[in-house]
């Protein structure tokens, strides 16, 4: 017997009912399973929760919300400085965990500084240091996040001279016998390598720090960093006893310096009168 198109029309509004009955009954048992979720991370029974967020996912894939409480879960049971097989393996699980969020979420910051993190937990820096580069040469990235990728890049640069300049065989101190006031010189390493290395960190930082101030001109720690990699760059002038070029190298630092005291103080007055607006009552 063949059904009219008014009661084939009633059986297609029924089956529709019912599916979007379906999808929210999940989504409510999707919201209960998140809850549990919380409980148990709370109560520190780390497996139980991620199990509840999964089952979140599972009835309500999406969901936004369980991603990121099982990439956070994951992330929670990792214990920094432990190498053992499976501590290094709930790094490596989170990671995956937020890749996933950052596929159908490019522009979630937690997920890519806890990526970022991560990697320079588990000590892989290479590997840390494309995954921020990434973020610094993408042209779809907000300015400012790529200034800041730039920033730590360069940090990472001055720490490499750093650790090589600020030696202690490296370093002379001399005190004056009349004002008994110390001098501190710098002499170059036994090793040139260690010279060489230091030299291609700081002109290497000093690019990066160059596009990061290109991309945010008023970033109070993109001009910090100018300032601590010309003072690297002046120790190794001075190591290389090329003292007129230390001498134009420490004007560049002081013009750096300065500016970055101008922005501080902005930066401060800034805080201070947002912190004025928050104090005064709104008028009722």
């Known amino acids: 017997m063949k059904l009219s198109r008014t009661r084939i029309a009633i059986v297609l509004a029924v089956l529709v009912v019912s599916s979007s009955g379906c ?28 199990q509840h967020a999964r089952n979140a996912l599972e009835l309500d894939p999406s969901n936004k919300t369980a991603p990121l409480f099982i990439a956070r879960i994951v992330h929670r049971e990792y214990q920094p400085g432990v190498s053992s097989p499976a501590n290094v393996d709930k790094a490596k699980r989170a990671i995956e965990e937020y890749k996933k969020i ?23 820096d290479q590997q840390q240091r494309e995954w921020i580069t990434k973020r610094a040469t993408d042209s779809n990235a907000d300015k400012d996040r790529r200034a800041e990728a730039y920033v730590v890049l360069a940090s990472k640069d001055w720490h490499c001279s750093n650790e090589i300049t600020d030696l202690p065989t490296n370093k002379i101190t001399t005190v004056n016998p009349v004002n008994n006031k110390a001098t501190l010189s710098y002499k170059k390493p036994k090793e040139e390598k260690d010279f060489q290395t230091a030299k291609m960190c700081v002109a290497h930082g000093l690019e990066e720090i160059e596009k990061a101030i290109s991309f945010d001109a008023n970033s109070e720690t993109a001009w910090s960093y100018k300032t ?35 922005l501080n103080k902005a930066n401060e007055k800034k805080r201070e009168e947002e912190a004025k607006k928050k104090a005064t009552p709104s008028p009722g």
């Open 23 to 50: 999808g929210v009954i999940n989504r409510i048992r999707a919201k209960n399973q998140l809850n549990e979720a919380a409980r148990s991370y709370r109560e520190a029974h780390f497996e139980e929760a991620e």
């Open 228 to 262: 601590n990699l010309l003072i690297e760059q002046s120790k190794l002038a001075e190591m290389d006893g090329k003292m007129d070029a230390k001498a134009q190298i420490d004007k560049d630092a002081e013009v750096a310096r300065k500016r970055t005291d101008e």
């Open 102 to 124: 950052l596929q159908n979420d490019p522009k979630n910051e937690e997920a890519y500084k806890a990526i970022a993190s991560l990697l320079g937990a588990l000590k892989q």
